[in-house]
């Protein structure tokens, strides 16, 4: 038997009753023989991460229960039936490790405890607990490409030559010729090889200057990492968001505009927390090409189990400024072939700046002119800084995004605010602008806390002020933003088949109307999004102008579409259950 890969009745189980798969077995010496090998039976598990609704939030920012102006996980944890309401079951939580805190917890000091700021270890222990009691899956950012300079490694690595951290870190004795080029923030870092005066040497660093890069190929960070991994999966981790996958595995030495990679290492790396715990989920940050999607996945799921499909979404923000959905369904068709355990994560709005580097010149300036024309909402010559809903400008448009959101083929992330529509502010520095506190009362600091001065700024001024725009007042209102997507939510857990079946888009006559089909076990969906202002009206095929229709966000059943044709109002949207499909909405 191969102790590596284990593969049993994959496709027929996934196409059956049961959503399952099987688990792999690490080569790694460290953990071999460590644990009773277990049973046939004991390698299958749910694909839990199928058709969750993951919400990111930092920490940091959500909410302060002691008054010193910080979010805790207290606080979290207060917020936990709030969240469970809303229908969220898998929170990602942004970095929450010690930190210098030079790039909002990025820069990790010690990946094994927890930034005292936010509460201690047994804070961390209850939040995990009564998250588990609500079947919410927790879901960490782990950064395994850098630390921050502060970390005892890199200083005892740039203190001592002989030191056995030196070679944990990238290093040049000169100056690289390409030492300026390959910024992941460019027009604020300058260069990727730094000199450090105390090292005497250049080092590396993707990111910023106080985060040098760890050297992945050292089989003893390796090993490190595993470890670090194995610390957060015994405390009740079920995935791990990981940071910057393509950087971790490349190549240093091969150039920084077109380097080389060991993709040999992302199975290897399944195969290990797999082992340790069966029903984990690795979900990438990794913005590449379709065709270098499988790289990362694996021929047969062996990679990854979820990636956050980047290209979609860049082209989703064309779609949303023009109008147009045709360069949308080629993107969502060229990433469409993944293997049956895989599952992209789709989104709107991330932690991020929106980032638009993969469309041509022409099609991210009309994107830049329509959501980001002035220069102080763009950044990194590439992106746009701004929350969706100051960004669209639009509640019809805004409603009918998210109704997009929940219906794609894949599993949905909302980052906090976005459900209340929370605004930006742009005074603060580059990705700072959509990171402000959680705006969750029109009391004082949003309800967020009752500090003097919150770790943050909230945003207490124009249209998107904590006084017009948070949760309490929201809940009130049937008719919010906020009730809006509890309801889509609603339905979408109704109908497993946008998760779990097999998808094809649908011909219309329409280029402004995206209409997706969903098969799965006997079920059929039809979801259509109208990205015009204008009313638009979409043809149905025969084979479904035929059959009856249920509409699933309206509380009554349709027998038919309107002589074999859709009507949509402008930025109109629909949800139609096909022949037996049973409504959801009053779910």
């Known amino acids: 038997m191969n102790r590596n890969i284990i593969l049993v009745g994959l496709l027929a189980l996934l196409l059956g009753s049961a959503a399952t798969y099987v688990i792999t077995k690490p080569a790694t010496s460290e953990n071999k023989m460590s644990r009773p090998v277990p049973a046939p039976t004991d390698f299958i598990q749910e694909l839990w991460y199928k058709n969750r609704i993951i919400y990111n939030l930092d920490v940091e920012v959500f909410k302060d229960s002691d008054g010193d102006g910080v979010g805790d996980f207290k606080g979290l944890t207060q917020q936990l039936d709030y969240l469970k309401n809303l229908g969220v079951d898998a929170i990602w939580l942004a970095p929450f490790q010690p930190t210098p805190n030079q790039d909002d917890g990025y820069d990790v000091a010690d990946f094994y405890s927890i930034d005292k700021r936010l509460g201690t270890e047994q804070d961390f222990t209850q939040f995990m607990q009564e998250a588990g009691r609500r079947d919410i899956r927790i879901i960490m950012d782990l950064v395994i490409n850098h630390t921050s300079d502060q970390h005892p490694w890199f200083r005892q690595a740039r203190q001592d030559k002989n030191s056995p951290y030196r070679s944990w870190y990238v290093w040049s004795q000169e100056r690289p010729k390409d030492w300026d080029k390959g910024m992941v923030f460019p027009g604020v870092q300058k260069e990727t090889w730094s000199f450090d005066s105390v090292a005497g040497a250049y080092f590396h660093h993707r990111f910023y200057r106080f985060q040098p890069d760890l050297n992945a190929q050292n089989p003893a960070v390796q090993s490190e990492i595993r470890n670090v991994f194995r610390y957060w999966l015994d405390r009740g981790i079920s995935g791990f968001r990981l940071d ?217 001024n124009g249209p998107y002020a904590y006084s017009r725009v948070n949760v309490a007042d929201q809940q009130r209102d049937s008719t919010s933003l906020l009730n809006q997507i509890a309801r889509f939510i609603r339905v979408r857990r109704a109908h497993p088949e946008i998760g779990w079946g097999n998808w094809s888009l649908i011909e219309t006559d329409s280029p402004h109307i995206l209409a997706i089909r969903y098969d799965w076990k006997g079920r059929s969906l039809m979801m259509v999004h109208n990205f015009s202002n204008e009313a638009q009206a979409m043809k149905l095929p025969a084979d479904l102008a035929r059959k009856p229709v249920v509409n699933l966000l309206e509380t009554t059943e349709r027998p038919s579409v309107g002589q074999g044709e859709i009507q949509l109002g402008g930025y109109g949207y629909a949800w139609y259950g096909l022949a037996d499909t049973p409504s959801a909405a009053a779910r």
């Open 244 to 460: 910057a996958v393509p950087f971790y595995i490349e190549l240093p030495e091969t150039g920084m505009t077109s380097p080389e990679h060991q993709y040999e290492m992302i199975p290897q790396l399944r195969q290990f927390t797999q082992w340790h715990k069966r029903d984990v989920a690795l979900l990438g940050e990794i913005n590449v090409e379709p065709a270098e999607n499988k790289r990362y996945f694996g021929d047969q799921g062996g990679g990854l189990h979820m990636m956050f499909n980047f290209f979609a979404n860049q082209h989703l923000f064309y779609a949303l400024a023009s109008g147009e959905v045709k360069p949308l369904k080629q993107a969502l068709t060229d990433t469409k072939d993944i293997p049956a355990t895989a599952q992209w994560a789709h989104f709107l709005r991330n932690h991020d700046e929106i980032d638009l580097g993969r469309l041509s010149d022409k099609d991210r300036s009309l994107v830049y002119d329509k959501f980001g024309p002035q220069k102080t909402m763009q950044l990194y010559d590439r992106g746009i800084r701004r929350r969706l809903a100051p960004m669209l400008n639009n509640p019809a448009m805004l409603s009918m995004a998210y109704s997009l959101l929940y219906s794609l083929p894949g599993a949905p992330v909302i980052r906090y605010g976005e459900e209340i529509g929370m605004g930006d502010d742009l005074r603060l520095k580059e990705r700072m602008a959509i990171r402000t506190p959680m705006q969750w009362t029109s009391g004082r600091n949003a309800g967020f806390s009752t500090a003097d001065k919150p770790v943050r700024p909230v945003i207490d």
